[in-house]
């Protein structure tokens, strides 16, 4: 279960990330100008930020297996589309199909796990889960440079057809099927929440480009707040709502998320950041930048389990908070270190890397911790969804830093990384608002827990 769980979230995780390597020479090959290749990223966040709510509801109703071998599938078709496109139109268009089978596939990989483990066993599985994905994000520009530099740009996306095809019948024939509460799909409450999300994100990338003062970015956030909040009203009104706002009255679950938010930005930005550091101010090929944040991503092998078990003995509160901390701390000594020496990258890396792994699993276990087991579904839409918005917030908006104080040529790095140390610190705070872990299980409330009794 956990390791067929695994495979879909690598599979997402890793294009995320893995394109950018590859942007350049799909450029190349198929004319696009430089606002034209940004679509290939951003129509693959869009779609997969949008859905990933509605998804979770729909597997709590059809079925978590079912539904999580629909993204599979529907993941690794579009895969091929992508592989075999010849325009950008067409890539576009393959791309954001892409980012609805992996707004599928993530949020019912978690909801897989949480439904198959109790309470006592669940951070344990929670580690290695959020360990092997964090390898995956921390690991993309590397391997999309390898697969670019030895092979070609379509096979970043061809390595995805056999572990799918491999993948979906496995699925089928190892994993039990579960589902949520019986209930009605909440269809206005699906639509609301995913053009809020669609908004948000659209006034996020295009912040940069269009200027964050443009009517077009105040205007998709004003709608995005507009949606949103009737979101908040519907649901508090609908008899079978997709999220009953009670829930974000739970401490720990409102935490936890604010956590997830301020450590996937500070950690997607760094990895954008740093990935190109080591190509534009080291002289780095793409694999080899890769290989140089290995001090950073080969800390997940180790600590990620460890954290893991630790969550099961001690709680969440105590690694998010640590693990941030020392993130945060990290990058402000990455950002202090001078330009162009790496030896000096490796002890900071080390730390920020040992930060990210022990706060990752434990901010995800608290989110999927806090609520009633039969709610899962839910918790890992939540978390999900949040965690795609703080890492698209995060790349665009340190990435608005970055340009305004001169890139690589003045000091952008330095601020762009000492913001990734302030983002890391926002996180830490945000989680002593955990409670502390109780005897019977994890963090839940005397409440939730009568519920999951």
Known sequence: MLGLASVGSVMVALDVLVVAAALTTIRADLGASPTQLEWTVNAYGLSFAMLLMTAAAIGDRWGRRRTYVGGLLLFTLASVACALATSLPFLIAARAVQGVGAAVVMPLSMSLLGAAFPPERRGRAIGVFSGVTGIAVLGGPMIGGAVTEGLAWQWIFWINVPVGLIAIPLVLRKVTESTGPSRRLDLAGAVLVSLAVLALVWGIVNGESAGWSSAEVVGSFAAGVVLLAGFGVWEGRSGHSMIPLRFFRQRTFTAANAAGFFLTAALFAAVFFL???????????????????????????????????????????????????????????????????????????????????????????????????DAVG??????????????????????????SAGGY????????????????????????GIAARRRTGGPVAPKAMEEVR
Do not use: H, K
């Not at 434990?362 to 989110?367: D, F, H, I, P, T």
């Not at 939540?382 to 830093?401: D, E």
């Open 275 to 373: 990935s190109q550091y080591m190509q534009a101010v080291l002289g780095s090929a793409p694999f080899a930048a890769g290989l140089q944040l290995l001090p950073w991503t080969a800390t997940l092998f180790v600590v990620g389990p460890l954290a893991g078990r630790l969550v099961d003995r001690v709680g969440e509160r105590p690694l998010v908070v640590i693990g941030l901390t020392l993130q945060g701390l990290g990058m402000f000594w990455v950002a202090a270190v001078d330009s162009g020496q790496y030896d000096a990258l490796v002890v900071p890396l080390v730390i920020t890397g040992c930060g990210v792994s022990l706060a990752m699993p434990a901010a995800q276990s608290a989110a999927m911790g806090a609520l009633p087991r």
């Open 378 to 403: 839910i918790a890992s839409g939540v978390y999900s969804m949040n965690r795609q918005l703080g890492g698209a917030a995060g790349v665009a908006v340190l990435g608005s830093v970055f340009a």
């Open 409 to 432: 040529g003045g000091d952008g790095f330095t601020r762009a990384l000492g913001g990734c140390g302030v983002l890391s610190l926002l996180g830490a705070l945000a989680g002593l």
